[in-house]
């Protein structure tokens, strides 16, 4: 049986997981046995740059933190060696996780929470699919603004066609107008001989 002290060393550590991890978004649990230092490496290192916490904690330990934290249904997933990534980023942790999944064969996903819903491992990966807030923002932007870029379009094709027919029009209405002077001329002689009846009468 443990002693007074190892069951408060215990406690003091479940404690402070708690404390850490309850502000997070998104936690995804994996197995990394079998990865090399260099891929482990890697790994920790790009999950550093992407803002999300890694550590290797047993489950007896992970059990008691999830437990505290409101979280049910993970007993499953706390067999065998177990980290958790976390980040107040939705999508960071999963994103990351479940790339070096694929790229490195030991490593697999064994499950998740994400805002605040345990999440089966399909549910990890097609999160880690969803583009980052950056790139999402600018998709979301152009798609907003496509519509009046489309009409832009539209509007200037338009008025380039209506331009193009103008000009072809002009050359047509140039002899209408010519016709009418020359014309002119033609009814000038018949008003001036009116004055030349006065004297007959």
């Known amino acids: 049986m443990p002693s007074e002290k190892i069951l408060a060393a215990k ?6 997981l708690v404390s850490e991890l309850k502000g ?15 891929q482990d490496t890697e790994m920790r290192s790009e999950l550093r740059k992407a803002g999300v916490k890694f ?7 992970l059990r008691r933190v999830f437990a505290e934290l409101g979280f049910e249904g993970l007993d499953e997933v706390f067999e065998g060696p ?7 980023d939705i ?16 490593m697999e ?37 496509f519509p009046f870029t489309k009409l ?22 140039a ?3 010519e016709t009418a002077a020359v014309e002119a001329p033609a009814e000038a002689p018949a008003e001036e001989a009116a004055p030349a009846e006065t004297p007959a009468e």
């Open 175 to 177: 002899p209408a107008a």
């Open 91 to 106: 999508i960071a942790p999963a994103k990351v996780l479940a790339k070096f999944s694929e790229d490195f064969e030991p």
């Open 24 to 38: 997070a978004t998104t936690y995804v649990f994996v197995a990394t046995r079998g990865l090399t230092v260099a």
């Open 11 to 16: 406690q003091q550590r479940v404690e402070e």
């Open 109 to 145: 996903i064994k499950g998740g929470i994400i805002d605040g819903k345990v999440a089966t491992i399909a549910e990890i990966v097609a999160l880690s699919k969803v583009p980052d807030p950056t790139t999402l923002q600018t998709q979301v932007a152009y798609s907003l603004l």
């Open 55 to 61: 550590e290797v904690i047993k489950n007896t330990v």
């Open 82 to 88: 177990t980290a958790v990534g976390y980040s107040d």
């Open 152 to 173: 832009a379009m539209l509007v200037k094709a338009v008025a380039e066609k209506k331009q193009e027919e103008g000009g072809e029009a002009a050359p047509v209405a």
